[in-house]
Every structure is written in C-alpha cells, then in structure tokens.
C-alpha cells in the first residue's frame, strides 16, 4: 500500500504483485521474475521483471472490441525489486521500543528487523512460512507465499523487439 498522497501507480495505491523467485545464472544469487497489472481507463498496463529484463506491456482497447493496440516498452528498473532482496538477506533485528509509533506495527516477539532498500527505511516483521510484513512511511508491503507455483514467461520474443 502506498500511503503519500501523491503516491499511486496508475491511479492506484493498493496492489498485487506476483513474483516467484529463482536462482541467477551462475547460481551466486536470488533473482525475482514478477509481474503486476494496472487497468486504467481502456487500457491495461502489466508491468513485468523476466529473467533480469524490466519492461511494460501497455494493451489498449476493451473487452467488446476484437482488435486491441498492444505496446511494449524496455525499462531501464522497475521500482528496485533487486534492493529489496539485497535488504532482506541483511535484516538487523531490533526490539519493539525501536518502533515509534508501535501501534501501528503487530509482530511477534522476536521477529522485528529493521532494513533499508531504495532510500526508504523500513521495519520488517517476520511471519515465518506465511511472508513478512515491511512497514515504511510512505509504503507497507505485505508477501506471503503462494499455494502454487506462477508460470511467468517473457512476453515479447526476440524477434519482436
């Protein structure tokens, strides 16, 4: 959830995220394939991070029409999903009185970190097999693990770029 006033992604401030983690090729780290969609107006943006390559794929149109205008564009980085990993295999843990405002932070004894990623601060509560919770400012983002494994494959070959 994005929680500044001026902070929305097409319009939207609460959203999903489907990643699924994977190895990169010389096997020395973690690397996340993800996508997300946002509908706005007649058009439908789905932004989208394969095997390392950032792009969006913006589809134009509405379910009535038979043709729908589809473009796609590289993008240098996507909101930094890649810090995120970095951030969260070097948690610091901290005890609840670091919270300020611990109202608004439910976590387990023993399971508070504190991590910082993409210049924001956050607090990370760690809920086991069922995710975390990150606490910032402007963003709390909630992960928990799927039931079932998400097929995400390139969008765009080759040959159409």
């Known amino acids: 959830m994005l929680k500044g006033k001026n902070m929305q992604i097409h319009g939207q ?11 990169t090729s010389d096997l020395t780290s973690v690397r996340y394939d993800g996508f997300t969609t946002f509908i706005q107006g007649d058009s439908k943006f789905t932004y989208m991070v394969v095997d390392g390559s950032a792009y969006v794929v913006e589809s134009t149109g509405n379910d009535s ?12 980085s996507i909101t930094p999903f890649d810090s995120i990993v970095d951030a969260l295999n070097n948690l610091t843990a901290v005890s609840s009185e670091y919270i ?18 993409g210049g924001t601060h956050f607090i990370v509560c760690a809920l086991g ?5 990150a606490y910032g400012r402007e963003i709390t983002m909630a992960t928990e693990c799927g039931k079932s494994n998400i097929i995400i494959s390139n969008y765009v070959s080759f040959a159409d770029r």
């Open 65 to 76: 029409m038979s043709v729908t205008t589809q473009t796609v564009k590289c993008l240098s």
């Open 100 to 117: 300020v405002n611990s109202s608004e932070v439910d976590c387990p004894s023993g399971s508070l970190y504190e991590a910082s990623f």
């Open 13 to 23: 401030s609460v959203f999903d995220v489907f990643a699924r983690p994977g190895m």
């Open 129 to 133: 097999a069922d995710g975390f919770i």
